[in-house]
């Protein structure tokens, strides 16, 4: 079954993100993406984010298309103008990717390329409007298409630290909903029963709720993550649990995977992110049971 209709049935769903490379060497993304197959509904592939350039999102969507599983896009307006994001939507439908993901570009200064020139033609909600008129035949000039392409397109909702900034939050996500999104991914979930009011909040809106698990990898990011990013949550119990394991690394998937099987009940989905460890995608999916 297609991740749109395990969306529209109701079932949770899996989704795993997977960078390309640096380079034109694919040889470990495909292999990573094989080891997964058949575990989860569909793989997500970020383009340059982070500010690091990269393989093209496109080209990635299009590998895993061609090992027989589901792809899906991110898309932002940082680094093309509003014609040459039109055409990779296009593109994106050629070559059988049928999902897609709008996402804020990060900050150039934080990437390998600081000298690029940002583009920002559009914003985030011009962008999903752009995306729904093709799909209605039109392109932004109101010109008709030669064949239209058809995609479940979704949104992300940016980090919140208290209830001031999720209710900002909502308030903009009602409109990227308004605008075309049809399933939302959440900032990372680490303590489940804090965020689960949150989590509820935000399927209040009606659209599919899909929880990122980030897995942590060590003692120091856990630490890093709990001082510096907002909303994280993450606790001191927490991070003593991994301090004290045995095997900190197991420990830190083992954990990621604890977290996917207590979200089975509260959201519609999860998106696991290893920003580099792929490889263990497998052995989290095995704690949680998938």
């Not at 949770?12 to 640096?22: D, G, Q, S, Y």
């Not at 039109?138 to 979704?154: A, I, Q």
């Amino acid at each position: 079954m297609s991740f749109q209709r395990r969306l529209a049935s109701g079932d949770f769903v899996v989704l795993a993100e997977m960078n390309t490379p640096k380079g034109v060497n694919v040889a470990e993304l495909v292999a990573n993406a094989r080891k997964i197959k058949g575990r989860v509904d569909a793989v997500i592939i970020p383009d340059m984010d982070n500010g690091v350039m990269r393989m093209s999102a496109l080209a990635g969507g299009a590998l895993i298309h061609q090992q027989g599983m589901e792809a899906i896009i991110h898309l932002y307006c940082r680094d093309r103008n509003r014609m040459a994001l039109q055409g990779d939507v296009l593109a994106a439908h050629l070559l059988g990717i049928r999902n897609l993901v709008v996402v804020p570009g990060e900050e150039m200064a934080n990437g390998d390329h600081r000298d690029a020139t940002v583009v920002n033609d559009l914003d985030e909600l011009e962008l999903l409007g752009a995306i729904r008129s093709l799909q209605n035949g039109v392109d932004m000039s109101g010109f008709s298409l030669n064949g239209n392409p058809e995609f479940m397109t979704g949104c992300t909702l940016g980090a919140f630290a208290d209830e001031q900034a999720l209710d900002a939050e909502l308030a903009a996500l009602e409109k990227k909903v308004a605008a075309g999104a049809g399933f939302v991914i959440t900032p990372p979930v680490f303590d489940v029963e804090r965020s689960a009011a949150d989590l509820e909040k935000i399927a209040a809106l009606k659209v599919p709720v899909i929880a990122t698990v980030f897995l942590l990898k060590s003692v120091g990011i856990a630490r890093y993550m709990s001082l510096n990013e907002p909303g994280a949550h993450i606790s001191e119990e927490m991070i003593k649990r991994i301090r004290k394991a045995p095997n900190r690394e197991m420990e830190c998937q083992r954990i990621a995977g604890e977290t996917i099987a207590q979200l089975k009940n509260l959201v519609q989905g999860v998106k696991i992110e290893t920003l580099g460890w792929e490889h263990k995608l497998p052995t989290i999916l095995g704690f949680a049971g998938l």
